[in-house]
């Protein structure tokens, strides 16, 4: 499974991007939970979100808790990462994920496959 992630750029702060994460070959990530992490410079790679196999449940982490929203297309294999009000603590380089089967949630060691993330920059 590959992911490409896209969407990342500069805004400033109280603005939106829409990040994509599209898995290749298709419908490989149907059955996969997908979750959202990010790493800013000198920081670990923290967890930011994620979404069950069929979109049933998401989970956030509590700083972009009812800022962002993760959602997602098996059809297209794509899932979305909508980043509103953004800060510049939200600046980073954020990743996709497929999780090991179905699990979804914070827990980075059960993500299998992971992209090459896409550069958020927020100026404030």
């Known amino acids: 499974v590959q992911l490409q992630a896209s969407g990342g750029g500069l805004v400033q702060a109280g603005g939106s991007l829409r990040l994509s994460c599209v898995a290749s070959?298709?419908?490989?990530?149907?059955?996969?939970?997908m979750g959202w992490f990010r790493q800013a410079a000198g920081k670990e790679r923290e967890f930011v979100g994620s979404i069950s196999w069929n979109s049933g449940s998401t989970s956030y982490a509590d700083s972009v808790k009812g800022r962002f929203t993760i959602s997602r297309d098996n059809a297209k294999s794509t899932v979305y990462l909508q980043m509103n009000s953004l800060k510049p603590d939200d600046a980073a380089v954020y990743y996709c994920?497929?999780?090991?089967?179905?699990?979804?949630?914070?827990?980075?060691?059960?993500?299998?496959?992971w992209g090459q993330g896409t550069l958020v920059t927020v100026s404030s």
């Open positions: 994920a497929a999780a090991r089967g179905a699990y979804s949630g914070n827990d980075v060691s059960q993500y299998r496959y």
């Open positions: 070959p298709r419908r490989t990530i149907s059955n996969n939970g």
